[in-house]
């Protein structure tokens, strides 16, 4: 049911990896609290239905196969998104892939998979949607970084230095926007249950994924989190929520 009286009602936010996970939860929130949602990954099928299942629900939603490597599908995907609303008020981005390792095992195929979607995926986002929020003056930025970044711990050097270098992005970007215009919003989730764990090796793959089942936040812990920030008033920002398990260390 749309939400009329919500705040983010006929927003329009492009939310990229929303086929699983995290991603996931935030489409169903944000279109249950009015957004009207470019709804990106590459798993096309996947992002169909969800955008089929919220129009059926009364909401707004489009699917665009999206390879955030790919600086041509994000400035398609952002194009679509102004072609179809009118408008983009946010860009939330959330596509990201967790390849763990420790670094003398030297896996430089996972070292560049990871700095191609986790760190240039970003920056592809931001290339396509700044000129957007510059001309009509208003645009919010939210990204999902990661607590592997400020705790870090063995097998997660690479991924951290990923998230730790969208983080840095992240402050430059609120540091050059002091005008009003652009708000940046980082979110560091910690074991929260998705698809994440399901490319990695074995070993990582089954501590991962033990983790995630025995004490993993349910991914809409992250999207309520998404939303409080995206909901508040224009001269507020919200520069960095961390979502912890409580019983994480
Ligand atoms: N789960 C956790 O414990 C946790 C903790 C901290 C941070 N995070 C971060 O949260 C974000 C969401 O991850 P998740 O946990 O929800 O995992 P997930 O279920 O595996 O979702 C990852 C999403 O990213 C998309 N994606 C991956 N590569 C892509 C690419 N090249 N182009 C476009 N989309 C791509 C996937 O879609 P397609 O495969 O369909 O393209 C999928 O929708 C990631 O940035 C992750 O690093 C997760």
């Known amino acids: 049911m749309t939400?009329?009286?919500?705040?983010l009602a006929g927003r329009t936010v492009v939310l990229t990896g929303a086929s699983s996970g995290i991603g996931l939860a935030i489409a169903t929130l944000l279109a249950e609290r009015g957004a009207s949602l470019a709804l990106a990954a590459r798993r096309v099928e996947r992002i169909e239905k969800l955008a089929a299942s919220i129009r059926a629900d009364?909401?707004?939603?489009?699917?665009?196969?999206?390879?955030?490597?790919?600086?041509?599908?994000v400035r398609d995907l952002v194009q679509r998104a102004v072609d179809e609303f009118g408008t983009v008020d946010a860009?939330?981005?959330?596509?990201?892939?967790?390849?763990?390792?420790?670094?003398?095992?030297?896996?430089?195929e996972d070292w560049s998979a990871m700095i191609d979607v986790n760190l240039r995926g970003l920056l592809h986002g931001l290339a396509a949607v700044l000129p957007v929020f510059r001309s009509q003056g208003h645009?919010?930025?939210?990204?999902?970084?990661?607590?592997?970044g400020i705790t870090i711990s063995p097998t997660m050097g690479v991924y951290a230095a990923t998230k730790n270098a969208a983080r840095t992005v992240m402050e430059a970007l609120r540091?050059?926007?002091?005008?009003?215009v652009?708000?940046?919003?980082?979110?560091?989730?910690?074991?929260?249950?998705?698809?994440l764990a399901d490319?990695?090796?074995p070993a990582s793959r089954d501590r991962i994924q033990t983790g995630m089942r025995e004490f993993g936040l349910d991914p809409h812990a992250v999207a309520r989190?998404?939303?409080?920030?995206?909901?508040?008033?224009?001269?507020?920002?919200?520069?960095?929520l961390t979502i912890r398990p409580t019983v994480q260390n």
């Open 225 to 240: 989190a998404v939303s409080f920030a995206l909901e508040q008033p224009h001269d507020v920002e919200i520069g960095s």
């Open 58 to 73: 009364g909401g707004r939603a489009i699917a665009v196969q999206t390879d955030v490597t790919v600086l041509a599908d």
């Open 175 to 180: 540091t050059e926007s002091t005008d009003g």
């Open 3 to 7: 939400n009329t009286e919500s705040p």
């Open 182 to 195: 652009v708000r940046t919003t980082e979110i560091s989730p910690g074991f929260v249950r998705t698809e």
């Open 199 to 201: 490319e990695m090796d």
């Open 139 to 148: 645009g919010h930025v939210v990204t999902t970084v990661s607590t592997a």
């Open 91 to 108: 860009l939330v981005s959330n596509a990201g892939v967790a390849r763990l390792g420790r670094i003398d095992q030297l896996d430089v």
